[in-house]
């Protein structure tokens, strides 16, 4: 049996599988160093309101910059942080300087909602819970202006450990959204044991919304459409990811989603953009 399965395609397959381990482990062993030497960047898009179009909140995403200018995507390195216990670190300060943003922003007269990404192995970190109250605590933020994004296979991975963790953070005031909704298979039992404040609809279904050939609804139309309603049912709050045009923004106005995060608003932006286009935004407001 052992035999068989060493046919020459097998000789070729190794090799390679050893070189992809290797370099992974040189880029986890370069993300392990960077982190420390505090390269790592935290960047922010923009969440506005539907109804306003005022930036209600942010987004806060983790770069890695490279000496040559360019970025290593969070598709790459996130799975490795995760897989080797690094993203505890570097969630830690994720939150970290969330909170730090969130004060620096209220002393300019800014109130806005920084939602940041949780991975299942910082849920299972048993500080986790306590170390958030801790940054709340440190920089005398409002907790209800921290969101903690958490996808549909955290739940599914661990739904005691997540839920419980959840319920405590909701306690205290911290909104809880739920990232890329329609991706998974969770069930929608789950989806009503958990503290919800906003689900952030996927988008993939975004993208595919409106079909500009067809009259007839896409079925990723019909797909949001039951997403919006949900959430309403539920009394959250639903947010589109994702949104790259003004037919696409239209769409989900005509739907009834609260509110939109994509390309077409603003992409990602460093901290100091941010503000920036916050007290841009203000300027443009007194005017008008
Ligand atoms: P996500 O949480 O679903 O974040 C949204 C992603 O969509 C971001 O990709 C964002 O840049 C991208 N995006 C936003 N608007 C548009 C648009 O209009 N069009 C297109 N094509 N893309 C758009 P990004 O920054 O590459 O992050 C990828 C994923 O990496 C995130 O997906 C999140 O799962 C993970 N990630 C990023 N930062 C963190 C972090 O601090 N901690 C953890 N655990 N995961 C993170
Ligand atoms: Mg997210
Ligand atoms: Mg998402
Ligand atoms: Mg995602």
Redesign the pocket.
Known sequence: RAKKSLTSSHQYYLPEMAQQLSSRLTLLRKLGQDFAQHKLQ??Y?PQVSLQTKQIVGV?????WPQDNGDFI???TF?PL??YSGL?IE??DW?IQQACMQIKQLSQLGFRIRIA????MQ?FRSPNFVQSVMDNINHYQIDAKQLEI?I?ESIVMDEPQTVIKALQQLKAIGVNIAI??FGMGFSSLSYIQKLPLDRI?I??AF??NMVNEVSVAKSSDQVLVETIIRLGKKLQLVTIA????DAAQQQALIALGCDEM????FA??MPATELTRLLQQKIAANKIS
């Open positions: 935290l960047w898009q987004e806060a995403l983790l770069r995507s969070p598709a996130i942080a995760e993203i570097i969630g994720v940041v990404n949780v991975s910082q994004e996808t990232d890329d952030k996927d988008r975004v993208a990811e994702g949104v790259e995060q994509g390309y077409f992409k990602p």
